[in-house]
């Protein structure tokens, strides 16, 4: 897998840098039951029931319901609310600086590529299908345990090689700045095979990151972040990684940390002009890289750009699914509790089962509640492949290194771990 990656020509700087220093490792191909059990386009099939308004077209968020079936993340088992993690940046425009990937099947015809995955699909490599809100992972890649990290729920640590390699380049060159650095807890990527993943609106493409903040003690996942105990540097310097060593879409950090992590910026002598680009954007021709969003105060969200497997997904995923390789992505139902209302009664009328409606929903029993909407999926048709190739914007590279950084660093080795 690596080594047919690298084989492959890319206009776009620093990726080719990315994958070939990375060590190889072994994504496992398993194309046929990639297919997640719900990989969604809700907005296309929603109907109403009951006294739902219904808007048309409108992707909705979630009025999900508790999710006591949700993956052990300790901090997150109490949230009533899916985590406000579906910020979209607007669809980029190609400009004379953008990078557009030249990807390995640029020469080949639909015939020529449709022949190529049947005889060998699984050397497409990772798909990233549709949106991070509404999506599906396949030949996902699981992120390897490492010395330098933790993995909280393994399970749910799938992405693209694109995402994996990239992450991996960030923490790494934290320890290359802080060779004393402690691990980094990885939280979410995406499911096997991606699609809804709780308690999440987005991480469904295999492109989304939950990570920890550094912090100067020892603290377990989840723990929030403040003045008191952030290592600013560290995180400062896994930021900055992700900015100017990666094709990264987005960063979500609560606002009261941004602001820490801003005035330590300018106080080891960043470039103040990219600090106010990165943290506020430029009117007119981008927004802010790091965002705000509710609950992010416990670790930062990160969504990659994985432009080759988004390239790959664009051009193989209806063929893959034409001829049976792939399932087809399912569409969801928003169907609004009524009194009398059971499971079996919801699978009957839709045509689907009490099991797929409990895995949609994330219920670990039989128990609906009236007024409480649930998802229910339905098999939908294939959306067809958006015309033209995906375009990554040109990386925001900082003028130049931080000038005043060695007298910040001595004072931030963080406490020896605590015991558990
Ligand atoms: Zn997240």
């Known amino acids: 897998m690596l080594r047919f990656a690298c084989g492959w020509v890319l206009t776009l700087s620093g990726l080719m840098g990315c994958m070939s220093a990375a060590p190889p490792r072994q994504p496992q191909l398993r194309l046929a039951d990639a297919a997640p059990a719900q990989a969604s386009e809700p907005a296309s099939a929603r109907t109403c029931e009951g006294d739902t308004p219904c808007e048309d077209g409108t992707p909705s968020p979630l009025p999900a319901p508790p999710d006591p079936g949700a993956p052990t993340l300790e901090a997150i088992e109490d949230t009533e609310e899916p985590i406000e993690d579906e910020l979209e940046t607007p669809a980029q425009e190609e400009t004379a600086e953008s990078k557009t990937v030249v990807h390995p099947w640029a020469q ?7 022949r190529k995955l049947l005889d060998d ?3 497409a490599g990772s798909m990233s299908v549709g949106r991070t ?3 599906m992972l396949i030949n996902g890649v699981r992120m390897p345990e490492g010395e330098r990290w933790t993995l909280i729920d393994p399970a749910h640590a799938w992405g693209t090689q694109e995402t994996i390699d990239a992450l991996t380049t960030c923490i790494d ?3 290359r700045q802080y060779p004393d650095s402690p691990k980094m807890e990885i939280g979410h990527i995406s499911a096997r095979g991606g699609g809804h993943l709780s308690p999440h609106r987005s991480h469904q493409a295999g492109r989304d990151v939950d990570v920890s903040y550094y912090y100067t003690k020892s603290t377990r996942w989840f723990t929030r972040a403040n003045a008191g105990n952030l290592d600013r540097a560290r995180t400062w310097a896994f930021v900055r990684a992700l900015i100017a060593e990666t094709d990264v879409e987005m960063i979500l950090i609560d606002s009261g940390l ?3 992590l801003r005035e330590y910026a300018l106080e080891i002598g960043e470039d103040a ?3 106010d680009d990165i943290f506020r954007g430029v009117r007119g021709k981008h927004p802010a890289m790091i965002r705000h969003a509710r609950g992010h105060a416990t670790h930062i969200h990160v969504r990659f750009y994985s432009p080759i497997a988004q390239e790959t997904a664009r051009r193989a995923h209806a063929l893959l699914v034409k001829h049976g390789k792939v399932k087809p992505p399912l569409t969801y139902v928003m169907h609004r509790a009524r009194k009398g209302d059971t499971l079996g009664r919801l699978a009957n009328k839709y045509g689907t089962t009490v099991e797929a409606i409990q895995r949609a929903n994330g219920l670990r029993n039989t128990v609906i509640r009236a007024k409480r909407t649930y998802r229910i999926p339905q098999k939908g048709s294939v959306r067809p492949a958006s015309g033209r190739p995906i375009v990554v914007p040109p990386r925001r590279l900082p ?3 931080p000038t005043n950084l060695s007298t910040q660093a001595a004072s931030t080795a ?5 015991t558990k």
């Not at 080949?108 to 449709?114: I, K, M, P």
């Not at 963080?414 to 605590?418: L, R």
């Open 108 to 114: 080949l015809s639909d015939a020529e590529l449709e």
């Open 121 to 123: 699909p699984s050397s």
């Open 414 to 418: 963080p406490a020896p771990p605590e």
């Open 399 to 401: 003028p130049h290194a």
């Open 258 to 260: 941004q602001r820490l």
């Open 273 to 275: 002009a990219w600090v």
């Open 133 to 135: 809100n509404g999506g």
């Open 173 to 175: 060159a934290v320890h």
